[in-house]
């Protein structure tokens, strides 16, 4: 997706660590004509792949999960990093370690929410070492569901967890792939 690219051209900013930051228009503010925008890549990518339910991590994949949930007109489920006294009954669970925040998680998923009748397009924005995204396979697979792939706003590829995933057979849709980034400079992938 060009026009992602170009966001993170005019809008991004590399901050130590190999962090980008993109918190003017996808992540902290929200360009919601943007975000609309993804949606619809999101769905013409996934079209026809039988995705009845879209699966993401709080927070910042949520805005990104809904988008592509409505235009797809599937629900949208959100594991929580934390159990809360309103995530009640049985859950499934996996430990995540967030790349950005440096620190894990206890994700948790209630089991009304994802069963084994569904197929489920897992939703990110970011994928870097593929931690979160291999969290969400994981309760899939706790579940019983079938993952019909991972569409994912910015691949940093140079990390690895992209490639890691595919070679499990997942199917990773990124709408921008960093090749390599340091500095003030970075360089996307050549598709």
Do not use: W
């Not at 998680?105 to 084994?116: K, Q």
């Amino acid at each position: 997706m060009l026009r992602m690219e170009e966001k993170i051209r005019k809008e991004g900013q590399i901050l130590p660590g190999g962090i980008l930051k993109v918190g003017n228009f996808l992540n902290q503010q929200i360009d919601t004509a943007f975000l609309y925008e993804i949606g619809e890549e999101i769905a013409r990518l996934f079209e026809g792949s039988g995705t009845n339910k879209i699966l993401t991590i709080e927070s910042s994949g949520i805005a990104i999960a809904a988008a592509a949930g409505m235009l797809m007109k599937v629900p949208v489920v959100f594991a929580k990093k934390h159990k809360t006294s309103n995530v009640d009954g049985d859950i499934y669970s996996v430990s995540v370690h967030s790349f950005t925040h440096g620190m894990d998680y206890n994700v948790v998923v209630s089991n009304d929410y994802l069963t084994a009748d569904d197929r489920v397009l897992l939703v990110d924005d970011f994928l870097a070492n593929g931690n979160a995204l291999n969290g969400l396979v994981d309760l899939c697979s706790q579940a019983g569901a079938e993952v019909t792939g991972a569409a994912v706003a910015i691949e940093k590829r140079f990390q690895g967890g992209g490639d890691a995933l595919r070679r499990r057979g997942i199917r990773i849709e990124s709408l921008a792939c960093i090749e390599s980034m340091e500095d003030d400079k970075l360089t996307f992938c050549q598709i």
